[in-house]
């Protein structure tokens, strides 16, 4: 969360976890290095479409943890 609070430029306790991550101003390159940063930490990857199709931070959150359950 703070990685994403980090590159949309808000303050951590300003992001709202619910809200779709593209009406917080995120733009193509955003959505990018969120995707780098998630396939590095984690090594899941995480189709950019995806990310820009108005998933919010709790839903991408769904998504790494149930690729993590699943391929863990």
Do not use: C, W, Y
């Amino acid at each position: 969360m703070e990685r994403v609070a980090k590159v949309l430029a808000l303050p951590v306790d300003r992001l709202n976890v619910r809200k779709p991550l593209n009406r917080l101003g995120m733009d193509s390159l955003m959505a990018t290095e969120i995707r780098s940063h998630i396939q590095h930490e984690f090594g899941v990857v995480v189709p950019l479409a995806k990310i820009l199709s108005g998933q919010s931070v709790a839903d991408l959150t769904d998504f790494l943890s149930d690729e993590l359950s699943t391929n863990g």
